[in-house]
């Protein structure tokens, strides 16, 4: 079941790296997309930086929303994922293609991707000059959510049934999933 | 055996967001510290994103030379990582006391720490605005290099065993150990 994160613990949505899929909606249309390059930047407020390139559907979106969505998805989705980073927005309705379906979000207008393990929603804050430079960009998360079967009380699950657990992308549609938890002996 | 990575392929490096150590040299002096917010940003040139936080002997050694490097440790290094994210090399010789050895880089002054699978050598391009807003720098990766049992022509091996593998920092001195390789169907 999908159940809200403290703002506080949302960066641990994040910090372990996977891969994440952002959506964004902006005058009567919705996308996603599949980003590698996204990560944790602050912890309270939450913040985090993240790469939208400059020629891909979404961007646009963002670019006139100033909000999007990154979401955790899991391995169980391996095909979606892949699929909805290799297509455009302007080519192919992705949700149609790839059978998404999603739901409202709380905060932002951009839609929550069904299945998957965590939420962020963000609203985007302006930086021009590495948005341009770069393609980076930092926004502030204002609502997180998770399934409480992957991830609860602020913490993720050391059990998950593998069809929860998240994936890294390596390059080329080859990914690695989530293996064992390990402790350091503080 | 450490073999050099084409510039082309470094992004490859550390894409699917394991844990990094990040060391800088300046005036003398060398430091280590453990880095979980540090992403690709550009292919060719190849460039990262990686936040230094501002209170740290690192950031202190990278304002100075505008260089560190970024690398990828194993699992085998656990205690190591977690021990040098958690004391400041302020007042602590990190080196003697967690045993570290190291190496010369190619390009930096800065370090490579012996044992990891990847280095990535870098050198910062300034952003002042976002160095100062939210510790946020962007570099650009002038050298890289790779443990070729782990990493060969351009590829992470899909076999590697437990000990060459990478982690991802979940929180608070639990992390995630690389999983099974996954192919998405092109």
Same mark, same amino acid.
């Given at each position: 079941?999908?159940?809200?994160?403290?703002?506080? @613990?949302?960066?641990?949505?994040?910090? @372990? %790296?996977?891969?994440?899929l952002?959506? $964004? $909606?902006?005058?009567?249309?919705?996308n996603?997309?599949?980003?590698?390059?996204?990560? $944790?930047?602050?912890f309270?407020?939450?913040?985090?930086?993240?790469?939208?390139?400059?020629?891909?559907?979404?961007?646009?979106?963002? &670019? %006139?929303?100033?909000?999007?969505?990154?979401?955790?998805?899991?391995?169980?989705? /391996?095909?979606?994922?892949?699929?909805? %980073?290799?297509?455009?927005?302007?080519?192919?309705?992705?949700?149609?293609?790839?059978?998404?379906?999603?739901?409202?979000?709380g905060?932002?207008?951009?839609?929550?991707?069904?299945?998957?393990?965590?939420? /962020? #929603?963000?609203?985007?804050?302006? !930086? !021009?000059? =590495?948005? #341009?430079?770069?393609? /980076?960009?930092?926004? #502030?998360? =204002?609502?997180?959510?998770?399934?409480?079967?992957?991830?609860? &009380?602020?913490?993720?699950?050391? &059990? /998950?049934?593998?069809?929860?657990?998240?994936? @890294?992308?390596?390059?080329? %549609?080859?990914?690695?999933?989530?293996?064992?938890v390990?402790? $350091?002996d503080?």
């Open positions: 079941m999908r159940v809200p994160v403290k703002l506080e @613990h949302a960066y641990r949505l994040i910090n @372990h %790296g996977p891969v994440t952002v959506t $964004a $909606a902006h005058d009567g249309k919705e996603v997309m599949a980003v590698a390059w996204c990560m $944790a930047l602050d309270k407020p939450p913040k985090l930086a993240i790469v939208l390139a400059q020629d891909t559907f979404t961007r646009s979106l963002v &670019d %006139g929303s100033g909000e999007f969505v990154v979401q955790v998805p899991t391995v169980s989705m /391996l095909e979606m994922i892949d699929g909805v %980073g290799n297509c455009s927005g302007r080519s192919v309705n992705k949700w149609e293609q790839f059978g998404i379906t999603k739901s409202k979000a905060k932002v207008k951009a839609p929550l991707v069904d299945g998957c393990c965590a939420w /962020l #929603e963000c609203k985007v804050i302006p !930086e !021009e000059g =590495i948005q #341009e430079r770069y393609d /980076l960009h930092v926004a #502030e998360v =204002i609502a997180a959510w998770a399934d409480d079967d992957a991830f609860k &009380d602020g913490r993720w699950r050391d &059990d /998950l049934p593998r069809v929860k657990k998240s994936v @890294h992308h390596i390059a080329g %549609g080859t990914y690695v999933v989530d293996g064992q390990v402790r $350091a503080r």
